[in-house]
């Protein structure tokens, strides 16, 4: 695996830390900026609302120009969100602070997929995208703990601090690592091969909407996240309420989670490398057995434990094989790449608001299991009949609206 795809990988650490870490950090910033903990939420849900816009409009607004200028475009884009976020005097100022930070999440993984794939051979695109989102989620198990520590420590402030200096490495590394201006060359395994410069614009971009397969894609990413997010977002509800867990115990069981989605993508990848399509449906499928067990189960601390990580695995198995399927049929356009990032933030709000409404109607706090079971199983659904209709021959000219 080239170098550069390490440069990529921290900066995914650093962004993913930016969207987690907070949420360790509320009650501090609550109490510092002197706001309820309803406004300081909004840190959080205006974030990922941000997160959505600018994954499309970050990168249709850069759609002609080179794509490691794009990346170190935005990733000095995060740096700037944090080090507002860190000087914020203010609640506004520190909102714009995360608003600012949030707009390069999605054009980052969606751009910064697309290079990941063109540094190696094509049999190891899914391994080398499963690499670069391994900073995502080594920082889902490290975030929530690492803001909570040093927040304690040194201050929220210091957080924030330390995110940008990681946004200041992984610009260097960037810079120095990734190929793609004047001088640099790619890596000998993919001379004649590397692309680090669109030859397309939105609207030849926008012409790969046109296909089914696509769309299908899209579709299953946002059903899949949405399964999961719905689940993991009362999941500590579910630990303490119905495993019979207390809340100490809830920050070591989310890394358990966290370990299985590190697991999950590393293995996802290269699974995905062998079958992508087949890995898609086994990974679906598992996730959907293990959120309909798990609420069976949830009584059980052992089963819990074993189930909750089974959660994180199945859910991330999948993503570097969606990524990959949706550039393919895309034709490697980066609006599609950002489009699936959107597709998977639209998922998370839809199982979350879906995992709500299934506990206010009374259900308990294992519904929101059975209701993320419900949805990827529509997602394993989806993702079959976009399988079978890329294997048939009679579909092959019958791929776009």
């Known amino acids: 695996?080239?170098?550069?795809?390490?440069?990529?990988?921290?900066?995914?650490?650093?962004?993913?830390?930016?969207?987690?870490?907070?949420?360790?950090?509320?009650?501090?910033?609550?109490?510092?900026?002197?706001?309820?903990?309803?406004?300081?939420?909004?840190?959080?849900?205006?974030?990922?609302?941000?997160?959505?816009?600018?994954?499309?409009?970050?990168?249709?607004?850069?759609?002609?120009?080179?794509?490691?200028?794009?990346?170190?475009?935005?990733?000095?884009?995060?740096?700037?969100?944090?080090?507002?976020?860190?000087?914020?005097?203010?609640?506004p100022v520190m909102l714009l602070g995360r608003i600012v930070a949030a707009l390069c999440h999605g054009s980052f993984f969606g751009i910064g997929s697309l290079v990941a794939r063109s540094l190696v051979a094509p049999e190891k695109k899914s391994r080398a995208v499963a690499v670069m989102f391994a900073g995502l989620t080594v920082a889902n198990v490290l975030g929530v703990p690492f803001g909570a520590l040093v927040g304690e420590r040194w201050g929220w402030r210091a957080a924030f601090w330390a995110v940008t200096a990681i946004g200041v490495l992984a610009l260097a590394g960037i810079v120095t690592l990734v190929p793609g201006w004047a001088g640099q060359t790619p890596p000998p395994t993919v001379t004649g091969r590397f692309d680090p410069i669109p030859a397309d614009g939105v609207r030849t971009q926008l012409r790969a909407f046109r296909s089914w397969q696509v769309w299908l894609t899209l579709t299953a990413t946002a059903l899949s996240y949405g399964g999961m997010f719905g689940a993991f977002s009362y999941i500590a509800y579910t630990f303490t309420e119905v495993g019979g867990f207390s809340s100490a115990d809830v920050a070591w069981l989310l890394m358990v989670y966290g370990v299985g989605l590190v697991v999950g993508n590393l293995v996802g990848g290269r699974a995905a490398d062998r079958d992508r399509d087949r890995a898609l449906v086994l990974?679906?499928?598992?996730?959907?057995?293990?959120?309909?067990?798990?609420?069976?189960?949830?009584?059980?601390?052992?089963?819990?434990?074993?189930?909750?990580?089974?959660?994180?695995?199945?859910?991330?198995?999948?993503?570097?094989?969606?990524?990959?399927?949706?550039?393919?049929?895309?034709?490697?356009?980066?609006?599609?790449?950002?489009?699936?990032?959107?597709?998977?933030?639209?998922?998370?709000?839809?199982?979350?608001?879906?995992?709500?409404?299934?506990?206010?109607?009374?259900?308990?706090?294992?519904?929101?299991?059975?209701?993320?079971?419900?949805?990827?199983?529509?997602?394993?659904?989806?993702?079959?009949?976009?399988?079978?209709q890329a294997r048939s021959p009679a579909r092959q000219t019958d791929q776009f609206i």
Do not use: C
Request: proline share 3%; hydrophobic share 60%.
């Open 283 to 388: 990974a679906l499928l598992g996730l959907t057995i293990t959120l309909a067990v798990f609420g069976l189960l949830a009584g059980s601390a052992t089963a819990s434990v074993i189930l909750v990580f089974l959660m994180g695995l199945f859910g991330f198995a999948s993503v570097p094989g969606m990524i990959t399927r949706v550039t393919d049929f895309a034709h490697g356009a980066a609006l599609a790449a950002s489009a699936n990032v959107s597709a998977s933030n639209i998922g998370n709000a839809l199982g979350a608001w879906l995992g709500g409404l299934a506990i206010t109607a009374g259900l308990g706090y294992t519904a929101p299991l059975y209701v993320g079971a419900g949805i990827v199983l529509i997602s394993v659904s989806v993702m079959a009949v976009a399988a079978h």
């Open 1 to 91: 695996m080239p170098s550069g795809l390490i440069a990529l990988a921290l900066g995914g650490f650093g962004i993913g830390l930016t969207e987690f870490l907070i949420a360790g950090l509320l009650p501090q910033v609550a109490s510092s900026l002197a706001v309820s903990e309803a406004a300081a939420g909004r840190l959080i849900s205006g974030y990922a609302l941000s997160v959505a816009i600018g994954a499309i409009a970050l990168t249709a607004a850069t759609a002609r120009l080179p794509r490691k200028t794009v990346l170190v475009g935005l990733v000095a884009l995060f740096v700037v969100g944090n080090l507002v976020s860190a000087l914020a005097p203010s609640y």
